[in-house]
């Protein structure tokens, strides 16, 4: 069990920072689709299907991005804790 736990906790280190080079890959891969539905909306080509595949994609990069913070937060705080824990 207590291994189990130490693997865990080894992968959750981890996954804060996978989260938010995903996050920073979709934001650009999205801002990149904008560029392209707006070139194509410019020329009156069809610029809709493109267009809300740009938005989905950076609001999902956005997403990601705000739960890497989210868990690198948690991890720091449970880190505190036992340090806290610790001291006393």
Not at 25 to 33: A, H, Q, R, T
Not at 45 to 66: P, R, V, Y
Request: with cysteine; net charge positive; charged share 15%.
């Amino acid at each position: 069990m207590f291994l189990l736990r130490r693997v865990n906790h080894a992968a959750g280190k981890n996954l804060w920072l996978i989260k938010g080079i995903a996050g920073l890959l979709c934001i650009g891969f999205g801002l990149s689709v904008f560029g392209e539905a707006l070139s194509r909306k410019i020329n009156d080509e069809g610029w809709f299907w493109i267009g809300t595949l740009s938005l989905m994609a950076f609001n999902f990069g956005l997403c990601l991005m705000f739960d890497s913070h989210n868990h690198q937060a948690q991890l720091t705080r449970l880190k505190q804790q036992k340090q806290r824990g610790e001291n006393s």
